[in-house]
């Protein structure tokens, strides 16, 4: 079996960095072996991919494309088209949306640079990351995490006034992450 590098990817997927988006490209008669003969595998595989948008939306939210009889995440694939290499590290994407594979919107990170940037917990009742309501006395609670450590922010008598003390210490302790929320996160997420 092949290896899958960012030459034999390139000459099977087109990708646009700015929607993010794969199409396959056409196939030549050499790119097939089997039983049936070569020309009649390609303009068979050719009518009816070629062209066409690469990659279904798996059950985690992530595009897959199947290459060689093995299913590769798309932001993975991206990152090789872009770099010529696989990522040695995590890619984010810095919106959250995990179908959302144009260039701008995906980084490689490791896992702490990963878990600064996720999704607010359904638990959360403030409706911000990072702000807690602080049952013995109603305040808003504000802690981050930095080096494996929770620290402790403040509390806050609303909890606006929480998030803004939240993205404060989020640009002095991750000053490297993606923006925080600037408001409540919308349902659609």
């Known amino acids: 079996m092949k290896t899958i590098d960012a030459?034999?990817?390139?000459k099977l997927?087109?990708?646009?960095?700015?929607?993010?988006?794969?199409t396959w490209l056409a196939?030549?008669?050499?790119?097939?072996?089997g039983n049936r003969s070569r020309d009649e595998s390609c303009l068979a595989w050719n009518?009816?991919?070629?062209g066409r948008q690469a990659g279904t939306r798996g059950g985690d939210g992530y595009v897959i494309i199947r290459i060689l009889?093995?299913?590769f995440k798309a932001h993975r694939l991206a990152f090789l088209i872009m770099t010529g290499k696989f990522p040695s590290a995590q890619i984010d994407h810095i919106n959250l949306h995990k179908s959302d594979n144009r260039w701008d919107n995906i980084r490689s990170c490791n896992n702490s640079e990963n878990m600064q940037n996720r999704p607010i917990y359904?638990?959360?009742t403030s409706g911000y990351t990072g702000v807690h309501k602080r049952m013995r006395d109603g305040k808003w609670k504000v802690k981050i995490a930095a080096n494996n450590k929770d620290i402790y922010i403040g509390a806050f008598e609303n909890k606006e006034c929480a998030y803004a003390a939240y993205v404060s210490a989020k640009a002095r302790y991750h000053p490297f992450s993606p923006s925080v929320q600037q408001s409540p996160p919308s349902a659609e997420r």
């Open 69 to 71: 009889r093995k299913n």
């Open 13 to 22: 997927l087109s990708y646009d960095p700015l929607t993010g988006m794969f």
């Open 7 to 10: 030459e034999l990817v390139r």
């Open 47 to 50: 009518a009816r991919n070629a």
């Open 122 to 124: 359904k638990s959360n």
């Open 27 to 33: 196939r030549s008669p050499d790119m097939f072996e």
